[in-house]
């Protein structure tokens, strides 16, 4: 066993993962190892760090009953294909590489094979434009917020559906969980992804991920849901891609400026307690104004209302808060 094994799982080339993996008696073993794997053994949670003598790996006779394959030499061969890339082989016996495991995820732990769905529902929330009960449904791996009275935050192309959200949401993300409840984990497993983007780490790879803004110029969403033109009732908006896995996070600044340590801060010197990857960030990221009050270099100036003061934040085009601003009451 070495760590080597492990860069090599991520050097195989898509081709060759393909043509090792296409074969029912491999993705057997795959499945085997996978259901065999114990995932709260500290031996296999603290991996590499050699503080458990442990080796939790399954033997080969424990293997092959498991998979329950006719012959020994052929069964022999086809581990020995997985070997390296998507198996590591260990002083005992054999376990799966990480890339194992990300195949395993996929495939067996229901993000492909599953088709669960939720009956639209009105949900315990209310729409942050109009306080009116908001209807939760599900398509197409995606939940969809809409409101049950207005026109929502976007305008579709009817103009007429009064959308607040679409966020991509594992099918598994369904089970075990009411129409209520999978509302709350869609907002925490989106905002939590969103605030790794906005830290620069892809929620998926870990690769580095770029940002830009799209600021729309004739920006006019009146009483509509949105504007005509961006189809959005903010102004600006964040987008965030990994060119490596082509992950992406796109939404409001309004609302990304929540993850911000100096908003964090005004809202609590107001006693507010508040949540990022909460119901809650939608209802306050209305409340904020957004304007560009230079393009060159880009300023953009959000203003954030708590009671009855103000935090004026200034950013530049990278996010970066370059200026911030706490106005009183007391100030006028
Ligand atoms: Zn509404
Ligand atoms: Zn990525
Ligand atoms: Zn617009």
Redesign the pocket.
């Known amino acids: 066993m070495s760590r080597g094994d492990a860069a090599d799982a991520a050097t195989l080339a898509p081709d060759d993962a393909f043509a090792v993996l296409a074969n029912e008696t491999r993705f057997e073993i795959v499945r085997a190892l996978w259901e065999l794997y114990e995932p709260d053994d500290p031996a296999n949670v603290v991996k590499f760090a050699d503080l458990y003598d442990g080796d939790t790996a399954v033997t080969f006779s424990e293997l092959y009953d498991r998979v329950g394959y006719g012959d020994t030499g052929n069964f022999n061969y086809h581990i020995e294909q997985l070997t390296d890339h998507f198996v590591r082989r260990t002083d005992s016996g054999y376990e799966l590489t990480e890339a194992g495991f990300e195949i395993a995820r996929a495939v067996i732990a229901g993000t492909v094979s599953e088709r669960p769905s939720i009956d639209t529902a009105e949900i315990d929330a209310t729409?942050p434009?109009?306080d009116?009960p908001v209807v939760v449904s599900y398509e197409n791996h995606h939940v969809k917020v809409s409101?049950s009275?207005?026109l929502?935050i976007w305008q579709n192309a009817a103009g007429d559906e009064?959308v607040l959200f679409t966020f991509a949401f594992p099918p598994a993300g369904l089970s075990h969980r009411t129409p209520d409840e999978a509302f709350h984990a869609t907002l925490a497993y989106n905002f939590n992804r969103i605030r790794s983007f906005i830290h620069g780490v892809c929620p998926d790879c870990s690769s580095v991920v770029e940002g830009s803004l799209d600021i729309c110029e004739p920006h006019e969403p009146g009483g509509r849901g949105g504007c005509p033109d961006c189809h959005r009732r903010h102004r600006i908006e964040v987008s965030t891609v990994c060119n490596r896995c082509k992950s992406v996070a796109r939404g409001p600044l309004t609302i990304a400026i929540f993850a911000h340590p100096t908003l964090i801060s005004f809202l609590h010197d107001h006693g507010a307690v508040h949540h990022f990857a909460s119901w809650e960030t939608f209802h306050l990221a209305q409340t904020v104004s957004e304007d560009v009050v230079d393009t060159d270099p880009v300023r953009i100036r959000l203003t954030v209302p708590c009671d009855d003061d103000r935090l004026q934040l200034t950013l530049d085009e990278s996010l970066e808060v370059v200026d911030a601003i706490t106005k009183l009451s007391v100030d006028g």
């Open positions: 729409c434009r109009c009116a409101c009275q207005c929502g009064g």
